[in-house]
Nanobody, 125 residues
Framework: QVQLVESGGGLVQAGASLRLSCAAS????????MGWFRQAPGKEREFVAR????????NYADSVKGRFTISKDNAKNTAYLQMNSLKPEDTAVYYC??????????????????WGQGTQVTVSS
């Protein structure tokens, strides 16, 4: 089992920055790929970013590419999502997730095995 706890959300104005954190406990954090997803009211949960478990290869949704950065500190068992140039359309509950499988499956929510409880990000115009 893996337990994930997100933090760092809040209310900001458009153009501001936030850094989300995801603290993990349970199994060896370095064995996992990590992802961030978000879900806005009335919408499905969507992929935001992913980082691989070892060499830290990243990929991003087109909507956040160039503005968001995912990172992972294995020594601290923590993943991060640095969000810059925030827009009102970034408003959502943000979730971190663990892909505990050894091989890449995809970036749908169903491809991830463990989830945090979410943290709210609200961007005002």
């Amino acid at each position: 089992q893996v337990q994930l706890v997100e933090s760092g959300g809040g209310l900001v104005q458009a153009g501001a920055s936030l850094r989300l954190s995801c603290a993990a406990s349970g199994r060896t954090f370095s064995n996992y790929a990590m992802g961030w997803f978000r879900q806005a009211p009335g919408k499905e949960r969507e992929f935001v970013a992913r980082i691989t478990r070892n060499v830290g290869i990243t990929n991003y949704a087109d909507s956040v590419k160039g503005r968001f950065t995912i990172s992972k500190d294995n020594a601290k068992n923590t993943a991060y999502l640095q969000m810059n140039s925030l827009k009102p359309e970034d408003t959502a509950v943000y979730y971190c997730a663990v892909d505990a499988q050894p091989h890449y499956r995809g970036n749908y929510a169903s491809d991830y095995d463990y989830w945090g409880q979410g943290t709210q990000v609200t961007v005002s115009s």
